[in-house]
């Protein structure tokens, strides 16, 4: 039986103790208190519109080894014709990313809930954005939390060629550069091993995030041309 949190307390199961869907518990609220908690466990919300919230610690999980990111030969070139932010357009990137079409999925989890408690979370300086834009125009970008020394990313968004891609490769240069362990990729896809995601079982990401997810980092979420 899948356990229900109670609202009025923040605590989660043990993730090791998630079913063999990866689902951990249900119910509790999209509180910035709770999404913290869950994503400094190795869980976080996935679910549909209209349903009860649903809590996940996938196994096999998906990381990105900071050091073992493809930047093809293509890519590389293709960055060149864009310019990129960080935290100018959260909301909004949030937005394109819940539009965006996805491959054997019918809607969103990206729902008006999650992106008010996200942008919350923004506000917070917790969940960030990295923007790509072409002459002016918001064409690309993903979103993701910062726990610790991991990136945990959430969504990604393209309306042209590469400019998702590019923004992913902009974030991996910025996280290696400020010294930061993995980013949590969370559900094995083959885009993001493409990429040169790795997946890794549940029980070693949940070793490797308890050592660093207590470390911070300072630093300042500005796009540094040197770099």
């Known amino acids: 039986m899948i ?26 609220d999209l509180n910035p208190s709770r999404i913290i908690c869950a994503y400094q466990s190795g869980i976080f919300p996935w679910y549909c519109k209209n349903d009860p919230i649903i809590w996940w610690s996938t196994d096999p999980r998906l990381i990105m080894e900071i050091d073992k990111f493809k930047l093809s030969r293509s890519l590389k070139k293709s960055m060149k ?23 054997n999925q019918d809607g969103t989890w990206i729902s008006d809930d ?50 998702s891609k590019s923004a992913y490769a902009v974030l991996v240069k910025h996280l290696k550069y400020w010294g930061y362990d993995f980013i949590d990729c969370q559900v094995p896809t083959e885009h993001l091993k493409s990429l040169g995601a790795t997946e890794v079982a549940r029980e070693y990401f949940l070793d490797r995030l308890n050592k660093v997810n207590m470390e911070n980092i300072n630093h300042e979420w500005i796009i540094n041309k040197e770099l």
């Open 81 to 103: 014709k864009f310019n990129y932010k960080f935290d100018t357009n959260f909301t909004l990137v949030m937005q394109n990313c819940s539009q965006a079409p996805r491959e």
């Open 114 to 163: 999650i992106i008010e408690a996200y942008s919350v979370l923004h506000g917070m300086g917790i969940a960030h954005s990295v923007e790509t834009y072409l002459n002016g125009e918001l064409v690309g970008g993903l979103y993701g939390l910062v726990i610790g020394k991991v990136f945990c990313g959430e969504s990604m968004f393209a309306k042209v060629n590469d400019a």
């Open 3 to 28: 356990p229900q949190l109670n609202r009025h307390e923040i605590v989660f199961p043990n993730p090791n103790n998630a079913n063999e869907d990866g689902i951990v518990a249900w119910g509790g």
